[in-house]
T-cell receptor, first 114, second 114 residues
Framework: GEDVEQSLFLSVREGDSSVINCTYT??????LYWYKQEPGAGLQLLTY?????DMKQDQRLTVLLNKKDKHLSLRIADTQTGDSAIYFC??????????????FGQGTILTVHP | SQTIHQWPATLVQPVGSPLSLECTVE??????LYWYRQAAGRGLQLLFY??????ISSEVPQNLSASRPQDRQFILSSKKLLLSDSGFYLC?????????????FGSGTRLTVV
């Protein structure tokens, strides 16, 4: 079955770059996502990447996908205290019995120190 | 535009009491609907998903049930709550036949069983 793994904690200083890593096991994953969850709130989609892409950049966010190693990363440039949150990696399939079902990692708690 | 509403935001219920959490989606039709539970602010556990009215798939056998009486309404219920049912419950939707934008989550319900 599908499995998505993330490191549990990351601590950075304000202004530095943050890199959150994720590995997944299902080579047939079509879509890969990054979600952000602030305390007491639902999950907010930050960005996503199709499996036929290597990189996607959106303002301070850069997503890198290494499909061979099944490794996904999210880089946040110039990290701010408002970026402190839990970040979830997720993978999904287009087609088959798993269509529409996402598998989430356990989340990485990002703490940004002033 | 599409919106998802989930209520109540917080709930404190005694052990053995019934539960009803409601989720509605606006601005779309025939969405896929999901109920997740998040324990201790970390990983997401998929409880139920639905691809149509009256169609419910259960991912984890437990004390809870789900129903979809209308196209854009998803209800999570229990006849008798247990202490272990405490957690943060999230409803989500996705378009049928498309994963382009992943899931959109509601703001969550914090359930405390006492």
């Amino acid at each position: 079955g599908e499995d998505v793994e993330q490191s549990l904690f990351l601590s950075v200083r304000e202004g530095d770059s943050s890199v959150i890593n994720c590995t997944y096991t299902d080579s047939s994953s079509t879509y890969l996502y990054w979600y952000k969850q602030e305390p007491g709130a639902g999950l907010q989609l930050l960005t996503y990447i199709f499996s036929n892409m290597d990189m996607k950049q959106d303002q301070r966010l850069t997503v890198l996908l290494n499909k061979k190693d099944k490794h996904l990363s999210l880089r946040i440039a110039d990290t701010q205290t408002g970026d402190s949150a839990i970040y979830f990696c997720a993978e999904g399939h287009a087609g088959g019995t798993s269509y529409g079902k996402l598998t989430f990692g356990q989340g990485t708690i990002l703490t940004v120190h002033p | 535009s599409q919106t998802i509403h989930q209520w109540p935001a917080t709930l404190v219920q005694p052990v053995g009491s019934p539960l009803s959490l409601e989720c509605t989606v606006e601005g779309t039709s025939n969405p896929n609907l999901y109920w997740y539970r998040q324990a201790a602010g970390r990983g997401l556990q998929l409880l139920f998903y639905s691809v149509g009215i009256g169609q419910i798939s259960s991912e984890v056998p437990q004390n809870l049930s789900a129903s979809r009486p209308q196209d854009r309404q998803f209800i999570l219920s229990s006849k008798k709550l247990l202490l272990s049912d405490s957690g943060f419950y999230l409803c989500a939707w996705s378009p049928a036949y498309s994963l382009n934008y992943g899931y959109t989550f509601g703001s969550g319900t914090r359930l405390t069983v006492v």
